[in-house]
Nanobody
Framework: QVQLVESGGGLVQAGGSLRLSCAAS????????MGWFRQAPGNEREFVAT????????YYADSVKGRFTASRDNAKNTVHLQMDSLKPEDTALYYC??????????????????WGQGTQVTVSS
């Protein structure tokens, strides 16, 4: 159980960049693999990226590989998602999530115990 709050979303033109942040309020942040998911209207919530407990390993969906970068600062209980070369298809509500599962291949929403409220990312063409 950990409280999560996302921030950093906004409106950006195609080809631009945004940096999302997720602040955790728990005292056991390093016990969690962190994930990023997104959901567009009418679509299922889909996996975007994961980062391991230490921050040493990451895993990305094919759709964002090479464009998005996940990172974490365990001293500050914070994770980030740097999004570059944004496309209109990236438009969605982005969620930060936490799981006790110690694997970067935790790509299902059902692996996650805690979720943030989401932050909107809109990419215009």
């Amino acid at each position: 159980q950990v409280q999560l709050v996302e921030s950093g979303g906004g409106l950006v033109q195609a080809g631009g960049s945004l940096r999302l942040s997720c602040a955790a309020s728990g005292r056991t942040f390093t016990s969690y693999t962190m994930g990023w998911f997104r959901q567009a209207p009418g679509n299922e919530r889909e996996f975007v990226a994961t980062i391991s407990r230490s921050g040493s390993s990451t895993y990305y969906a094919d759709s964002v590989k090479g464009r998005f970068t996940a990172s974490r600062d365990n001293a500050k209980n914070t994770v980030h998602l740097q999004m570059d070369s944004l496309k209109p298809e990236d438009t969605a509500l982005y969620y930060c999530a936490a799981t006790i599962r110690d694997s970067i291949y935790a790509t299902s929403r059902y692996h996650y115990n805690s979720w943030g409220q989401g932050t909107q990312v809109t990419v215009s063409s």
